[in-house]
């Protein structure tokens, strides 16, 4: 099957833009929270309502993901990525990272071929996109807008992928897997030295959590 030209386009700005090392990171990153999110798991506490515990985990999966990406962002001489904190008039601000003229942002979905949830800031950025297509050559062009998906089954991921999607918001123009940038020992760097912190605080809200239920 032939490429069209906005395929072309999108996969031509990402080569340009999204390095090996923002590549690793990020696949690093989710695989990273999600052993911290196992660990949380397999700590003894509150073994008695599992359901529970892995409910309460999963909820804070995004923000130990934001925690340990932009902390081992900052730390990283190498990285070329900038980050910034973006509110989208409702719910939790996003997280926004960018990598020469690229910006994109991490969100769980339930399958790689289904394009992330339709919310409104997410369709007007990729609306963005069609000067970039239409104008390729511009000397002075907007930031191009990519998103992450992701998932996981009890916390092992199934898949990471970044993408570009259609400016009608109906289809991907371009994917690359990133499971294959997954670093083991990069990995177990990442857990030990930010997760493992955030995972004593997460166990010891289930524990408060779980106390105040049983008050109730």
């Not at 359901?51 to 730390?75: G, M, N, P, Q, V």
């Not at 992330?116 to 050559?137: C, H, M, S, W």
């Not at 999607?165 to 020992?185: A, G, K, N, S, V």
């Amino acid at each position: 099957m032939l490429e069209s030209n906005d395929e072309l386009i999108a996969e031509e700005i990402y080569r340009s833009n999204i390095t090996d090392i923002t590549k690793h990171m990020i696949a690093n990153g989710i695989q990273a929270t999600c052993q911290s999110c196992q660990n949380i798991m397999a700590s003894a506490s509150e073994l008695g309502i599992p359901r529970s515990k892995k409910f309460d985990t999963a909820c804070r999966f995004s923000f130990i993901l934001s925690s340990i990406l932009t902390k081992s962002i900052d730390e990283n001489n190498f990285s070329q990525i900038t980050y910034d904190e973006v509110s989208t008039g409702r719910g939790r601000p996003i997280i926004h990272y960018r990598n020469g003229n690229v910006i994109f942002h991490l969100k769980k979905e339930t399958s790689a071929n289904r394009l992330p949830q339709g919310a409104r800031y997410r369709i007007e950025e990729t609306k963005g996109n069609e000067q970039l297509l239409l104008f390729p050559d511009t000397v002075e062009v907007p930031p191009a807008h990519m998103v992450v998906t992701f998932n996981h089954r009890e916390f092992q991921p199934i898949f990471i992928q970044i993408g570009m999607i259609d400016p009608t918001y109906e289809r991907w123009l371009f994917r690359d897997d990133l499971l294959p940038y997954i670093q083991p020992e990069a990995v177990e760097n990442l857990q030990k030295t930010y997760g493992a912190p955030l995972e004593q605080q997460a166990i010891e809200l289930v524990q408060k959590n779980f106390r105040l239920e049983m008050k109730g």
